[in-house]
């Protein structure tokens, strides 16, 4: 079955710096999408990618999707502590929406 | 967006014993889901709740396990039945609110349950 891979698993970054978490399908998506969870909540929606090597913009993050619609990518620039939590990436094919395991980002002040 | 609320947010049960999770949206959506997230794990699509039908199981999930209902636009819930250790998860219920196509979900604030 679809399978969407995510790395990396944990992100410790220093505040101010920069990261990128990846997104990996083993099959071409019709979308992507991407959520962040603060601990304790709940997911919430960030973004979502149609078009092959489409790029977005929110602030400090920048979402990627490749050429061949099979990865993903979140660059977060600029680190701040609200940016703790666990991106999920979710890949969507045949109606079928499947997430990935998540990165979780702890911040050092 | 739409604001979902769950009842329970969390609940406390012992293990043979079933837990109905209520989720209500404010506004009428087509697609509801309901997931489970183990601590510190992934989102698992447990099954969509379909308006006027039984719902839709994913592989690993039955009714008899997950009754759902959704009997009408705004509301559904989750049973968890005859639960045992195993089930102890967040369970969260989600709407889609995007173009049929898009899928992307807006998710209630989750019930925490712990079995003992």
């Known amino acids: 079955g679809q399978q969407v891979m995510q790395i990396p698993q944990y992100q410790h970054v220093q505040e101010g710096e920069d990261f990128t978490t990846y997104c990996n399908s083993s099959?071409?998506?019709?979308?992507i999408q991407w959520y962040k969870q603060r601990p304790g909540g709940h997911p919430v929606f960030l973004i979502q990618?149609?078009?092959?090597?489409e790029v977005k913009k929110q602030k400090r993050l920048t979402f990627q999707f490749g050429e061949a619609k099979k990865n993903s990518s979140l660059h977060i620039t600029a680190t701040q502590t609200t940016d703790v939590g666990t991106y999920f990436c979710a890949g969507l094919r045949d109606y079928k929406l499947s997430f990935g395991a998540g990165t979780t980002v702890t911040v050092r002040a | 967006s739409a604001v979902i609320s769950q009842k329970p947010s969390r609940d406390i049960c012992q293990r043979g014993t079933s837990l109905t999770i209520q989720c209500q949206v404010d506004s009428q959506v087509t697609m509801m889901f309901w997931y489970r997230q183990q601590p510190g794990q992934s989102l698992t699509l447990i099954a969509t709740?379909?308006?006027?039908?039984?719902?839709?199981?994913e592989s690993g999930f039955v009714i008899d396990k997950f009754p759902i209902s959704r009997p009408n636009l705004t509301f559904s819930t989750l049973t968890v039945s005859n639960m045992s250790p195993e089930d102890s998860s967040i369970y969260l219920c989600?709407?889609?609110?995007?173009?049929?196509?898009?899928?992307?979900?807006?998710f209630g604030p989750g019930t925490r349950l712990t079995v003992t």
């Open positions: 990618l149609v078009k092959s090597g």
């Open positions: 989600s709407v889609s609110l995007g173009l049929l196509s898009s899928y992307e979900q807006y």
């Open positions: 709740a379909n308006q006027g039908s039984e719902a839709t199981y």
């Open positions: 099959t071409t998506l019709s979308n």
